[in-house]
């Protein structure tokens, strides 16, 4: 049951608008509120102040030297639940809520949050509390550290004038990273196309087009609607143009505020005492220093870079024959590799991304994906109908199968509108703990062809599914190490490792069980061919992976003020193969380091080493439940009560190898 200051803040969050729903089935289901615009300054300024007042108790309380720490870490971990059960909905509803004015202020409610916790852990008299405290256990131990850092990291050790600085940073970086998400998330423009630019893309995708008064084709930037273009559109000057207007969405107001975070984040490095902003953000990822995560990728890149060289010139070759010219006019473009590659994998493995929709329709996949999940971890998911944010959006209860106990919920927002978040993502809404009986809840957000999926759409849900199971899955003592809030550079390994199941038959043929109307089995032959195509342009995926990191990395290095990062970009991306695009803006559009991810872009490969390898435990048998409850145990449930580290050895049984990532990498992969 909740505590009495948990039902309380319900109480009052139910008068502003709140809807919980409880049901005759459990009265432990919680679910997410829906928000009026017009309500949420009052609440957000609400919340804040009860929080103040309850962490002024836990700067009061009379503790001495080594006073057990676990009911100070409970009360803690109690105030910050609960304050979650208001800004995790806002955080999400920033993003995919379809009234603008609501997606405004969670923007401006955000920012306050941001702000309040830059003052709670410049709070010297709590940081003296936790500094007192004796933990009993490793769990403990953790988050007593955890919590500790979290106060250094927000300067409590400098002086009053650095503090005061530091705070004044952090307040305009939140600003900074809002607006230019923001800007590229909310861009209204529309592309103009003639009928006759069209030509190669499927009628069914043409039909979902609005026209204009000139019978002219507009197309904005969703996904659903420029990755067909690019891959199918037989016109190149039409992708071409597709293709740097969709660079440019962010527009160049998107680069001055890029160039104001990096110089912000160098300054605030330069408060700690520290040479770069990279250093500063990796003392406590599992890379630790600028120079191992350099190491790493400089390492990738000299198994990659010669790949890319060669899959360009074989798509150049491809071209050259296909269209009967000479090898030396049949340049490829950064608007026609996807292009060709499409033709060329048509041609050599006869896989059209299009047709395979019909393999993967998206309710059967889903449906699929549940199924399999189940198995694997002993769950079931049972959808119950509750008010959400749209209506389209669905909601599960996560059950465990052999106790019946609710564990979770998921919600799930799978197609395109205007106005939402544009790729694909799991906001984490609530986290679990086990002292409070909270329950998990996550939300998958992603822009799919409603009919069905390709490959790599297919691999994109397993991927989000992994990110969601991951959080509802968590079984932790307190909702602060629950499920994602490990390690940046971890968090993908889970998510990672579960994209196998999108690519071998032993999963992947149970898949036509769930179709209805019926649809194609994936057959061996296909399973091969989907392995081929996988296989195939690893060089040019992981080469563009590599670059992406290093300009990360590049921002947020030593010499942050005096570069610009446009410049960098352009001078970076020309020494690739297939060069620099002129006005394109990649930098102005790039969420992940004005999203969380900036020095963690690198986290994607270092994590998709602890998957690969963490796979490997699985062995033939993608199937095995016993496996599948031991990982479900030792790194899902644990959150971040271990450090990703142990995780990877305690389920492993030794320490991580990064072996099957280059052998992936390089296309030795042993099957």
Same mark, same amino acid.
């Given at each position: ?8 803040? %319900? ?106 916790? %830059? ?553």
């Amino acid at each position: 049951m909740k505590s009495n200051t948990f039902k309380l803040a %319900t109480l009052c969050l139910l008068t502003m608008g709140i809807n919980q729903t409880v049901t005759a089935e459990t009265t432990k289901r919680q679910t997410l509120p829906t928000f009026q615009a017009q309500d949420i300054a009052v609440m957000c300024d609400t919340k804040i102040n009860e929080v103040k007042k309850q962490l002024k108790s836990v700067e009061m309380r009379p503790l001495k030297l080594n006073a057990p720490a676990a009911p100070v870490l409970a009360e803690w971990d109690r105030i910050f639940a609960e304050f979650e059960d208001f800004y995790g909905p806002i955080g999400l509803y920033g993003n995919v809520y379809p009234d603008e004015a609501v997606r405004n202020a969670a923007e401006d409610c955000e920012v306050k949050i941001t702000q309040f916790q %830059t003052d709670i852990f410049q709070n010297p008299k709590l940081y003296q509390q936790f500094k007192k405290l004796k933990p009993s256990d490793a769990i403990d131990s953790k988050f007593q550290q955890d919590i500790l850092n979290n106060f250094e990291e927000k300067g409590i050790l400098l002086t009053t004038n650095k503090q005061k600085r530091l705070k004044e940073i952090l307040d305009e970086l939140a600003t900074i990273e809002q607006v230019y998400a923001r800007n590229v998330r909310e861009n209204p423009q529309k592309i103009e196309f003639s009928p006759a630019e069209l030509k190669g893309l499927p009628q069914s995708y043409i039909d979902a087009l609005n026209k204009n008064d000139k019978g002219n084709y507009l197309l904005g930037f969703e996904y659903p609607e420029y990755r067909p273009f690019m891959q199918l559109a037989e016109s190149d000057e039409a992708r071409k143009r597709y293709q740097i207007a969709f660079s440019r969405r962010g527009g160049e107001k998107n680069l001055a505020l890029l160039k104001q975070a990096i110089d912000l984040r160098y300054e605030l490095a330069q408060l700690f005492g520290k040479s770069s902003y990279a250093e500063w953000v990796l003392q406590n990822r599992m890379a630790k220093t600028p120079e191992a995560v350099n190491k790493f990728l400089a390492e990738v890149h000299t198994t990659v870079a010669p790949l890319e060289r060669k899959e360009v010139q074989t798509l150049r070759e491809f071209k050259a024959k296909t269209l009967n010219i000479p090898l030396q006019q049949a340049s490829i473009e950064r608007w026609s590799d996807e292009y060709w590659s499409e033709k060329l994998r048509q041609a050599k493995y006869q896989i059209d991304q299009e047709k395979l929709r019909e393999y993967f329709p998206t309710q059967a996949t889903q449906d699929w994906l549940f199924a399999i999940s189940s198995d694997l971890y002993g769950i079931e998911f049972k959808q119950v109908n509750i008010v959400a944010w749209q209506d389209e959006v669905e909601y599960y209860d996560v059950v465990d199968a052999k106790t019946k106990q609710l564990i979770g919920g998921l919600y799930m927002d799978k197609f395109p509108r205007e106005g939402k978040y544009g790729h694909a993502a799991v906001w984490s809404v609530f986290g679990r703990s086990r002292l409070t009986e909270r329950k998990p809840i996550s939300a998958l957000v992603t822009n799919f062809n409603r009919k069905g999926l390709n490959s790599d759409e297919l691999e994109t849900f397993v991927h989000e599914f992994g990110h969601a199971l991951h959080g509802i899955l968590s079984n932790t003592r307190y909702a602060s190490q629950s499920g994602t809030s490990v390690e940046r550079d971890f968090v993908e390994a889970p998510s990672q490792m579960y994209e196998e199941w999108a690519r071998r038959k032993e999963t992947l043929s149970k898949l036509a069980d769930f179709c209805s109307p019926a649809c194609p089995r994936v057959d061996d032959a296909l399973i091969e061919k989907l392995n081929a195509v996988h296989g195939y342009g690893r060089g040019l995926h992981y080469a563009r992976q590599t670059l992406y990191a290093q300009y990360d990395m590049a921002l947020h290095g030593k010499d942050a003020l005096k570069i610009q990062p446009l410049d960098v970009w352009k001078k970076m991306e020309a020494a690739t193969a297939l060069g620099y695009v002129p006005t394109t803006e990649f930098p102005g559009q790039f969420g992940h380091i004005m999203g969380g991810y900036q020095v963690g872009y690198y986290g994607y490969m270092w994590s998709e080493v602890m998957a690969l390898d963490m796979l490997s435990a699985f062995g033939n048998n993608l199937n095995n439940a016993e496996v599948g409850q031991r990982y479900r145990e030792t790194i899902l449930a644990q959150g971040s009560q271990k450090p990703a580290q142990a995780l990877v050895e305690e389920f492993l049984g030794r320490k991580p190898s990064n072996t099957a990532f280059f052998n992936e990498i390089s296309g030795q992969r042993i099957k």
